[in-house]
């Protein structure tokens, strides 16, 4: 480590044109604080360019890297599995000014980042030589992975420059700007530095509120008007302390931004007044002597840090949002958090940045962008994490984390079963997190055997009374993780948990004690959390009826848990399960089956009632299985009927013709891709794999569409228009990343083996997948369509093999090795045998 000179805030402009100056409050005087003894600053400056010490951490991934720089998300966030971890009561997330296009941001298209939940931004500007420092410079992203942000700035011929942001910390974020001289003299450039929020107005402005949804965006700006301005260290820091507001109210709560900078030895002091910043922002320029042939660094390091000058109540899952403690307290803090951040050895955080990356799939699809924003999705999950925290043990989700870590909102309180569908995209690359998730409802699982609906670090529930069960989904999902990774370990608890969750629903919620049962109070549980929903209204209330969504997940789970028994060896287990099943398919065959409108509905207290509403659901005895020969076509002919659920990007989750219906209406109509899942897997369950294809097709575009035009993950969207509504980066809206690999190349695990049955869209020819981890082996897999061929070809590791189902291959476990290549070619048109699957 070499000691570094610090530039002091004498050497910064400071601009505030706003009228509510420094000196309009009693508060704004200008504060000046003693650095702590302990905290001597440090800096390690690069030898490389940060991106030369990505590639050569990456290996075999460098591609996957390259391309999720182009990707069109925002965001960075501290990540969970590097050193230090997060901090859940001072998470923030920061969006990049140049890709963040949801919003109008005041350094929109800077080389900088920006905060949404202070509005703070801050970017760089160079100028080389004798020339003005400028902010409209030419630049690109070469690496953006979840805590990582590298740019090639274009200056001079003979001068590189990267710029790279990470998150150090949870709450402060390093900025490096590295240069490398390739002539033979000593080069000058000065590099300039905006740090602002503008408007500061109190209580807030709300930039991130889109009006006309729900709930917004997902995250409130609580930042408001300066408090005070100074210094930490003889000027060594500059501070800035803002008005914070929770809740309309302000009171003592406050939020200290620090900036901290270290130059490499050659730093030269440089005047600040080569440029004219806008209204309202911290501005300095530094002189940077790049040496020959060589490299100099320029480092910054900025610190978010809440606190209160007086007793606040804290929100109950962040006890410490707030600290209570003096203004010098906090200004010593963000100050040391500072050092500590630019203390880090560079190289070692880029390398444990990439390494998470080189299990991540490589993908050739032949639509524009598909392969990025594919990657996109894999990597949505584990930017989404937070460290073992509380009463979690393991790492655990919040579903728009990446959008802003809100405080006070419903959306970041904890993990909920219908969230965890998350993983069945997240198994493709990190199963074993994907178990942590699911460990996180295990653990928290009631003595009586419920999974509560919501679980977080603090085992509480603010939002919701006590009782309120999560769907049940987890069994189904721990399988599906198993399948992807092999440990059986996993599948016990599972196993163990997930029985004693049935027998909860069964003791519980079946009140004829004939295992048909109901939601409880209100439709919270029913993920449809809509309680004008028509499906709820006809019985006046969700707990009123024998749900026909409920009673399919439970079928599901029943003949889940037969699996997990098998698999176990506890066959006489397995027997009682699949008996269980089958007498529920039996029992909802017989009063759930409508002949007339021939498709399945939810039952009233009178056996003459029905919920004679098509919703989503109506498709989920396609997924459960439920349907015999004589009764599926018709469930079938609904996902392209125009007039029910054959919207332009459908299916919805109210049909068309329903009362109520509205296409971007929630849980009324709106598309929501999660559900999507249930009705392409029950089409592939009953041997529609071209159909099922294009339903997923026209979901991916969907997503990706929305994604490229925005930036973010919607929560849900219009089913009509496609275009994006609610919550931002909302995590299990990467599901397209599942469609892809489940329903386009086909690949599923299954109890004995993998099966491969591909169905391409219309409009590819070919797509390929490699290094996809199925329990640790690696498979590679190739698909053709072409025009002059009759039948399917499939070939393994260079040799022919038998043809499944017409269009792919089943390959046992034992036959399963590393590195196994697949290739299958398909003719234009597959025969396909629509059929009830096979029961035991």
């Not at 003894?37 to 490389?48: A, G, H, I, R, V």
């Not at 807030?204 to 408001?224: D, L």
């Not at 040391?336 to 490589?362: G, H, M, N, W």
């Not at 459908?650 to 109509?669: I, K, M, R, Y």
């Amino acid at each position: 480590m070499l000691p570094t000179r610090i530039p002091k805030v004498s050497d910064w402009e400071i601009t505030n044109t706003n009228s509510m100056s420094k000196e309009s409050f009693e508060e704004g005087e200008w504060r000046a604080f003693p650095a702590p003894d302990e905290c001597k600053p440090q800096f390690s400056p690069l030898d490389y360019l940060p991106s030369e010490i990505a590639r050569e951490a990456s290996c075999d991934a460098w591609n996957i890297i390259t391309a999720l720089a182009q990707k069109p998300c925002p965001y960075i966030v501290k990540a969970y599995d590097t050193p230090g971890g997060t901090d859940y009561n001072s998470d923030y997330s920061w969006h990049a000014l140049d890709k963040e296009k949801l919003f109008e941001l005041p350094g929109s298209g800077l080389l900088g980042l920006v905060n949404p939940n202070t509005d703070i931004y801050f970017a760089f500007g160079f100028g080389v030589g004798c020339r003005k420092v400028s902010y409209q410079l030419q630049f690109k992203p070469v690496v953006h992975l979840a805590d990582l942000l590298i740019y090639r700035v274009n200056l001079e011929e003979d001068i590189e420059c990267e710029v790279l942001f990470r998150c150090a910390t949870s709450n402060t974020v390093v900025a490096a700007a590295v240069l490398r001289n390739l002539s033979n003299e000593d080069q000058l450039v000065n590099v300039g530095n905006l740090f602002g929020k503008d408007p500061r107005d109190n209580p807030p402005f709300q930039r991130y509120v889109i009006p006309g949804t729900r709930h917004g965006s997902g995250v409130i700006t609580t930042a408001g008007g300066i408090a005070w301005m100074g210094t930490v260290g003889e000027g060594r820091a500059a501070l800035v302390c803002l008005y914070d507001w929770a809740k309309g109210e302000c009171g003592g709560r406050r939020l200290l931004a620090t900036v901290l900078e270290v130059v490499g030895e050659h730093y030269e002091p440089a005047f600040s007044d080569r440029h004219v910043p806008p209204p309202g922002t911290l501005a300095g320029d530094r002189a940077v002597v790049v040496p020959a042939r060589g490299t100099a660094t320029f480092a910054q390091a900025l610190n978010l840090r809440r606190f209160a000058v007086e007793e606040i109540e804290n929100p109950p899952l962040m006890p410490m949002l707030y600290r209570r403690e003096s203004e010098e307290q906090a200004a010593q803090a963000g100050y040391c958090a500072c050092v500590q951040a630019l203390a880090q050895d560079l190289v070692s955080c880029i390398r444990s940045s990439v390494e998470p990356y080189r299990v991540f799939p490589k993908i050739g699809l032949p639509t524009r962008n598909w392969e990025v924003d594919f990657y996109a999705c894999l990597e949505l999950p584990r930017a989404s994490t937070f460290s073992p925290y509380g009463l979690l043990p393991r790492p655990f989700y919040n579903f728009s984390r990446v959008h802003g870590h809100e405080p006070y909102g419903w959306w970041t309180y904890g993990m909920h079963a219908h969230e965890s569908l998350s993983t069945l995209f997240n198994n493709l690359v990190y199963p074993e997190l994907s178990a942590d998730y699911l460990r996180g409802h295990i653990c928290q699982q009631h003595p009586n055997g419920m999974y509560p609906y919501g679980v977080n670090h603090a085992g509480i529930d603010p939002w919701h009374k006590p009782g309120t069960a999560t769907a049940p989904l987890i069994p189904w999902e721990a399988w599906n993780a198993y399948l992807w990774s092999g440990d059986k370990g996993f599948l016990v608890e599972a196993y163990e948990s997930g029985k004693r969750n049935h027998e909860w629903w069964l003791a519980n919620r079946s009140p004829r004690g004939d295992g048909i049962c109901r939601w409880g109070d209100r439709s919270i549980e029913s993920v449809r959390d809509d309680d004008h929903l028509p499906t709820w209204q006809a019985t006046g209330g969700s707990q009123y009826q024998d749900a026909l969504d409920l009673n399919c997940y439970l079928l599901v789970q029943e003949r889940t848990l037969a699996a997990m028994a098998s698999e176990l060896g506890l066959h006489e287990e397995a027997i009682q399960y699949a008996k269980m099943a089958n007498e529920r398919m039996q029992l909802m065959n017989d009063t759930m089956w409508h002949p007339e409108d021939r498709v399945y509905y939810g039952k009233g207290d009178d056996p003459n009632q029905w919920v004679r509403v098509k919703d989503i659901s109506t498709f989920f005895p396609l997924w459960s299985e439920l349907a015999p020969q004589e009764r599926f076509e018709r469930i079938v002919e609904l996902v392209t009927d125009p007039e029910t659920f054959g919207t332009p990007y459908g299916p919805p989750v109210l049909a068309a013709n329903e009362p109520g219906f509205g296409p971007d209406a929630h849980w009324c109509g709106a598309n929501w891709v999660e559900m999507t899942m249930f009705v392409i897997a029950g089409l592939r369950q009953y041997g529609y794999y071209r159909l099922a294809s294009k339903v997923a097709y026209r979901n991916i575009q969907m997503v990706f569409q929305e994604l490229e035009r925005y930036g973010h993950f919607r929560e849900y969207f219009n089913s009509v228009t496609g275009c994006g509504a609610g919550l931002a980066d909302y995590i299990w809206t990467a599901m397209p990343a599942y469609f892809i690999v489940g329903s386009i190349f086909g690949i599923e695990p299954m109890p004995a083996g993998i099966s491969i049955l591909p169905a391409l869209p219309e409009e590819w020819s070919s797509a390929e997948i490699h290094n996809l981890r199925v329990r640790g082996k690696r498979l590679h897999l190739k698909v053709h369509v072409e025009s002059n061929i009759e039948e399917t070809v499939s070939i393994i590791n260079d040799n022919p093999t038998q043809v499944w189902r017409h269009r792919g291959v089943f390959i046992p476990w034992q036959n399963v090795t590393d590195g196994l290549r697949v290739e299958i070619v398909q003719p234009r048109s597959i025969p396909e045998e629509h059929t009830a699957p096979m029961l035991v």
